[in-house]
C-alpha cells in the first residue's frame, strides 16, 4: 500500500529533483518485514499511467540502486512483488525509516521513475541489555536525587515496536527517571530517592525491565546489584561534560580521536581514576577503543562515513573510592573520496544493425558513488573517436547513442570504453568496456576485381573446355556476401549467347559449350553478372571479351589453276620464249591469318627439271633458259604451296604447259606436232555443253553491255564519248600490266592463244576481274580474230578445223 508524505520529506524530495536537473516522478510504497517471497507491494500501472500492452512494449524493467535485487516486476500485470523474505534489522539496523531504493526505466522514449519501498517494522525482536547484571557502588550517606545513569536496553525494532520504558522492582531507596534522547529513544537512570546506610543493608538487588510499545508487548529484563560503600567525599570531575572531535573515515587503526580527563580531589586511592564506557554498544566499542588509565579514545577498526556520519559516546570517570563521573563523546566522521563511481549497465542492444540511424539508443548506463559532496558528483566519458556519444539523462542515468552512420565493413566490433569520475580529492575513476558487435545489412554490391575481362581461346577447342574465371568480392558477410553469377542475354553472330558459352554461377569459371572456328567468329562480347543474396540483392556487371586464337587448321587452297578433278588446264609457250618468260602464276589463299597465312611456294616435280622455275613468294612460272627443239612439246610441273603454320600445311598444283611453234598463227597444224605427243582426245560431248553454254553467257553479257550503253547514250553522249576505252590487244600489249606488289593476284597477263581441236573442254579458264571493266572495242580490231558460236560450224569441223580464239586473262 501507498504511504503519505510528510511535509520535511516533500522538501527533500523536490530538493533533490532540482538537483538532477529534470523532474522524475517519484512512486511510494511501503510492505511489512518478514513477508514472504512473492508478496504484492504495489501495482505501477495506474501511477505510470499506461496499460499492461505498453508497459510490455516499452521493455518495462526495475533496476535496484544496490547489488541486490530485493523485488520485480510483473510485466503481465505491473504488479511489484518480493522478490526474498526481508529483515528489517538485518537490511537497514537502526537506520529509520528503512527504505529501499529502485527505479523503473521505460524506453521509446525514455523514463525513469523512482520508487521508494519503505519496510515496515513488526515487533519480532525483545528488548535485550548488554549485561545481565550491573554493579554499582554507591557511598553511604550519598545525599538524595542523586542520579547514576543505567545501561539501556538495544531493540532492533525502530518506532513503536522499540524500547518505550523501563520499570524498576518496588524497593524503598532507588525511583527510575525515564526521559528520552533527541532521536526519540528512551534511557533510565537511577535516582536515589533515601540515602543509604551500610550498617543496615550492605547489598540490594533490583530487577530492571525494559518494555517495547509493540502489539504484543514484548520484555526484557536486568539485574542491578547495588553495594553499600563506605564515605568518599569527592567525585572525580571532567574539564568538559561534552567532548566534540571530527575524524576522517578510514583512519588508521590506533588513530587517536580525543582524550578525555577526570581530576579527584581525593587522597590515596580514592583519587586513583579509571575510565570506562558507559551505556555505550558493542559495535561502537569494536570501533573505538578507550584507555582505562590515561583516557585516551582511539580507532579500534575501520570507520566508513558510509555506514555511520557521527557517533555518541558516554565516558565514565570512577575513582579508588567507587564515586564517578560522566562526560559525553561527539565523533563526527568526514567523508573521505574512498569510493570510485560505479558504472551499471541497465540495457545494451548488441548486436547493432550497421544501417541505425543517428541518435539510435545503443545501451543505457547509470552513474552511483556511494560518497557524498563533491566526493559523490561523478562526470562520465567516453572515447573521442567513436561513433558514440554519451547523453546525459535524467537522476545519472546516460545514454549511449550513435553520433554518425556505422560501417560494418570498416569496423565489425566497437569496445567502447565507459569512463566514470569523481570531483573528489584525489578524484577516482572506474571504467567499463562495453562490447557492441554491429551487424551486416546488405549495402556492397560486387565488386569485380577488374573493369573488363580480355580471355583467349584457341579455335576447335574441345566443348566444355574452361575459357577463364570471374572473380568478385563482397564487403559483406555471410549470405549478403554470397554471389551468383549469370550470363546476360546477347547474341554472337545472331545465335543466343548460351548457345556459345556458359558459366558456374558459384565459382565464375566461364565454360564453352561448342567448338569454335577462328575462321567464322574471330572474337566475341558476353555480359557476366554478379548477384549477390542479401534482401534487396545488389548487382553488378562486368564486360567479357573473348578472342579466338587461329590454329594452323587450313591448308592453301589452289584458285588458280582450278584443281576440280577434271585435266589440268594447259598453258601455251612458244618455243622461241626467252629466259625470264612468264608461263602463268599460281594463285592460292589460305583461311587462316597472321603467319599461318603467309604462302611459299616452290617446284617439286618438273619434265624438264631446269626448264622452269617458280617465285616462292608470287608463285609466278618463268622460263630459266631459252626453250630449244629438244624440249618435249608437253611439259608438266607440280607446285607446292605451304604455309608458314606450326605444325605446316601444304598442298600441290599441276600445271600442263605446252610449247608451240608459230603462237601468233591463226590456227596450229596437226602435221606439226609429232604423233608420239598428241594429246588423247577428250570427250566431245562435254566440249560441245561448254562452247552452248559460253554462247548463252556471251550473249547476255552483249545483251546487257547493249542497254547499258543505249541508257548512257541517253543521258549524254560527250560521257560515251569519253568513256570508250581501246584496250589493244596481241603479242605487242606489255606483259605486266598490274601492281607487282597488290597480293596474290597482283598481275595481268594478255595472251593470245591458238587451241586444237578436242581440247576446248579444258583450256577455258576465266578469273573473275578484281574489279568491273567496261571494254568497247572498235569494229575492225587489227590481228583479232572473233571465236565463232555456231554450233553447226563447230560440229562440222570437229575433227578437222582448228578453232582460234583469243582469252583475255
Request: glycine share 6%; proline share 5%.
Amino acid at each position: 500500500m501507498k504511504i503519505h508524505h510528510n511535509n520535511r520529506q516533500v522538501c527533500y524530495f523536490f530538493l533533490y529533483l532540482c538537483m538532477c536537473g529534470a523532474i522524475c516522478k517519484s512512486f511510494h510504497y511501503s510492505v511489512l518485514e518478514e513477508k514472504k517471497s512473492g508478496s504484492l507491494v504495489g501495482n505501477v500501472l495506474k501511477d505510470l499511467k499506461v496499460d499492461v500492452k505498453e508497459l510490455s512494449a516499452r521493455r518495462a524493467r526495475l533496476v535496484s540502486e544496490g547489488t541486490k535485487q530485493y523485488f520485480q516486476l510483473d510485466p503481465q500485470s505491473g504488479d511489484v512483488l518480493l522478490k526474498d523474505r526481508i529483515d528489517r534489522e538485518t537490511l537497514c539496523g537502526q537506520k529509520d525509516p528503512c527504505t529501499l531504493l529502485s527505479e523503473i526505466v521505460l524506453e521509446n522514449p525514455l523514463q525513469v521513475h523512482r520508487i521508494e519501498v519503505e519496510i515496515e517494522d513488526v515487533n519480532d525482536n525483545s528488548p535485550q541489555f548488554s549485561k545481565k547484571e550491573f554493579l554499582f557502588e554507591i557511598l553511604e550517606h550519598m545525599s538524595t536525587n542523586t542520579r547514576f545513569p543505567i545501561e539501556r536496553a538495544e531493540d532492533a525494532d525502530r518506532g513503536e515496536n522499540a524500547v518505550q520504558n523501563y520499570t524498576l522492582s518496588p524497593n524503598d531507596h532507588f525511583g527510575l527517571d525515564v526521559q528520552s534522547h533527541p532521536d526519540g529513544s528512551k534511557y533510565a537512570e537511577l535516582v536515589l530517592q533515601k540515602q543509604l546506610d551500610r550498617e543496615e543493608e550492605t547489598r540490594l538487588f533490583l530487577i530492571l525491565s525494559a518494555v517495547d510499545g509493540g502489539i504484543p508487548k514484548r520484555t526484557g529484563t536486568a539485574k542491578i546489584i547495588i553495594d553499600v560503600l563506605d564515605s568518599n567525599d569527592n567525585v572525580p570531575l571532567f574539564d568538559k561534560n561534552m567532548y566534540k572531535v571530527k575524524i576522517m573515515e578510514n583512519s588508521q587503526p590506533g588513530s587517536l580521536v580525543t582524550k578525555v580527563e577526570a581530576i579527584d580531589h581525593d587522597l590515596g586511592s580514592n583519587a586513583e581514576i579509571t575510565y570506562s564506557f558507559s551505556q555505550v554498544p558493542g559495535n561502537v566499542q569494536r570501533v573505538f577503543k578507550l584507555n582505562k588509565h590515561t583516557g585516551e579514545l582511539t580507532v579500534g577498526e575501520n570507520i566508513d562515513y558510509e555506514i555511520n556520519q557521527n557517533y555518541a559516546i558516554d565516558i565514565k570517570a570512577t575513582d579508588g573510592g567507587g564515586l564517578s563521573a560522566y562526560c559525553k563523546v561527539i565523533v563526527e566522521v568526514e567523508d573521505r573520496n574512498d569510493n570510485p563511481p560505479e558504472v551499471t549497465l541497465s540495457s545494451l542492444t548488441s548486436p547493432l544493425p550497421e544501417d541505425s540511424p543517428p541518435d539510435t539508443l545503443v545501451a543505457l548506463l547509470r552513474i552511483t558513488d556511494r560518497d557524498s559532496g563533491d566526493n559523490g558528483r561523478t562526470a562520465c566519458t567516453t572515447e573521442a573517436n567513436l561513433p558514440f556519444m554519451l547523453k546525459t539523462s535524467v537522476n545519472n542515468y546516460y545514454q549511449l547513442v550513435t553520433q554518425q552512420s556505422l560501417d560494418r565493413e570498416k569496423a565489425s566490433e566497437y569496445n567502447i570504453t565507459i569512463t566514470a569520475t569523481d570531483r573528489g580529492s584525489p578524484r577516482l575513476t572506474s571504467t567499463r568496456i562495453i562490447n557492441v558487435q554491429i551487424s551486416d545489412v546488405n549495402d556492397n554490391a560486387p565488386e569485380f576485381d577488374k573493369s573488363s575481362y580480355e580471355m583467349q581461346l584457341s579455335e576447335n577447342n574441345i566443348p566444355g573446355l574452361l575459357i577463364g574465371l570471374v572473380q568478385t568480392k563482397d564487403l559483406d558477410t555471410e549470405q549478403n556476401a554470397k554471389v551468383t553469377y549469370s550470363l546476360l542475354p546477347g547474341k554472337i553472330s545472331n545465335q543466343p549467347v548460351s548457345s556459345y558459352v556458359s558459366i558456374n554461377t558459384e565459382t565464375g569459371n566461364l565454360y564453352a559449350i561448342r567448338s569454335l572456328d577462328y575462321e567464322q567468329i574471330k572474337d566475341f562480347q558476353v555480359t557476366v553478372r554478379a548477384v549477390d543474396s542479401g534482401s534487396p540483392p545488389l548487382s553488378s556487371q562486368v564486360m567479357v571479351q573473348v578472342v579466338i586464337v587461329d590454329e594452323n587448321d587450313n591448308a592453301p587452297f589452289i584458285l588458280y589453276p582450278l584443281q576440280n578433278g577434271t585435266s589440268p588446264s594447259n598453258d601455251l609457250v612458244p618455243k622461241g620464249a626467252e629466259a625470264g618468260y612468264l608461263v602463268t602464276k599460281v594463285v592460292a589463299v589460305d583461311s587462316d591469318s597472321g603467319q599461318n597465312s603467309w604462302l611459299s611456294y616452290e617446284l617439286l616435280k618438273a619434265t624438264e627439271p631446269g626448264l622452269f622455275s617458280v617465285g616462292a613468294q608470287n608463285g609466278e612460272v618463268t622460263t630459266m633458259r631459252p626453250i630449244n627443239k629438244r624440249d618435249t612439246f608437253k611439259q608438266k610441273l607440280i607446285i607446292g604451296v605451304k604455309d608458314n603454320g606450326h605444325p605446316p600445311q601444304s598442298t600441290s598444283a599441276t600445271l600442263s604447259i605446252l610449247l608451240v611453234d608459230g603462237f601468233s598463227d591463226p590456227y596450229m597444224k596437226m602435221l606439226d606436232i609429232p604423233k608420239e605427243e598428241v594429246v588423247e582426245e577428250e570427250d566431245r560431248t562435254l566440249t560441245m555443253y561448254l562452247i552452248i553454254c559460253l554462247a548463252v553467257i556471251s550473249f547476255i553479257f552483249l545483251i546487257s553491255v547493249m542497254v547499258f550503253v543505249g541508257i548512257k547514250i541517253q543521258k549524254s553522249r560527250k560521257f560515251i564519248e569519253s568513256s570508250a576505252l581501246n584496250f589493244p590487244v596481241g603479242p605487242n600489249f606489255p606483259e605486266n600490266c598490274g601492281d607487282a606488289d597488290a597480293g596474290s593476284l597482283s598481275r595481268a597477263y594478255n595472251y593470245e592463244v591458238f587451241l586444237a581441236g578436242g581440247s576446248l573442254n579444258s583450256e577455258f579458264k576465266f578469273l573473275r576481274p578484281l574489279f568491273p571493266v567496261l571494254s568497247v572495242e572498235p569494229a575492225q580490231s587489227q590481228g583479232v580474230q572473233r571465236i565463232s558460236t555456231s554450233s553447226q560450224d563447230l560440229s562440222s569441223h570437229q575433227a578437222e578445223s582448228q578453232l582460234r580464239g583469243q582469252v583475255r586473262v
